[in-house]
């Protein structure tokens, strides 16, 4: 089983919807989660950070489950731009260093 | 701009060579990774380093070398060892112990055989 699962995909979705994703991590050690959005063939940005509290950050709202080991991601009113990959990201340290756990993505895309 | 760099964008290997790609920051960070991505699949460190002079494997290390001979610069060696070499590789930097910090991305090499 891999240490951070995220939903296969692809989400097909028309623009001005909202979709969500998910992700679960099973290393309860995990200390700090993020949300990275990867364009195709291109390197992954920083989306957001994820907080126990959530966290919103203008149609995005991230959301934290520490007791499930589960992360939430999601945006309202879909704009095309939004197609990218969206990758779980789990920071724990190990070994001395901060040690990030990629998920494999979901891959969204958005139509007229 | 404070960011990373990452060259060449593309390069092609052919069989029996060893090749070097090159990363640098000036964001000031001290610890730098390298990660493999490989199409439907998240990315898996090669290797880190936290300071200078000294660096450690990841998960996948087997067939690549570093060196971090200044705090700047952390380049990757994909040896002629590694049989499987194709594959997008980015190099990333972050501060040390900080795990509330992310990492952030060069953007990326494309290494594909002859």
């Known amino acids: 089983r891999k240490e951070v699962e995220q939903d296969p995909g692809p989400f097909n979705v028309p623009e001005g919807a909202t979709v969500a994703f998910n992700c679960t991590y099973s290393n309860s050690a995990s200390q700090s989660f993020f949300w990275y959005r990867q364009d195709c063939r291109k390197e992954p940005k920083l989306l957001m950070s994820?907080?126990?509290s959530g966290n919103e950050d203008g149609r995005f709202t991230a959301q934290l489950n520490r007791a499930s080991q589960y992360i939430s991601l999601l945006i309202r009113d879909s704009k095309l731009s939004d197609s990218a990959t969206y990758l779980c990201v789990v920071n724990r340290v190990s070994g001395g260093y901060n040690k990030l756990i990629f998920g494999a993505g979901t891959r969204l895309a958005v139509h007229p | 701009d404070g960011g990373i760099t990452q060259s060449p964008k593309y390069l092609f290997r052919k069989e029996g060579q060893n090749v070097t790609l090159s990363c640098e920051q000036n964001?000031?960070?001290?610890?730098m990774y390298w990660y493999r991505q490989d199409p439907g699949q998240g990315l898996r460190l090669i290797y880190y380093?936290?300071?200078?002079?000294?660096?450690q494997k990841g998960d996948i290390a087997e067939g690549y070398s570093v060196s971090r001979e200044k705090k700047e610069s952390f380049p990757l060696t994909v040896t002629s060892a590694q049989k499987n070499p194709t594959a997008f590789y980015l190099c990333?930097?972050?501060?040390?112990?900080?795990?509330?910090?992310?990492?952030?991305f060069g953007d990326g090499t494309r290494l594909s055989i002859l």
């Open positions: 964001l000031n960070h001290d610890a």
């Open positions: 380093s936290q300071i200078v002079n000294d660096f």
């Open positions: 994820v907080y126990s």
């Open positions: 990333a930097s972050g501060a040390l112990l900080r795990p509330n910090q992310p990492q952030h």
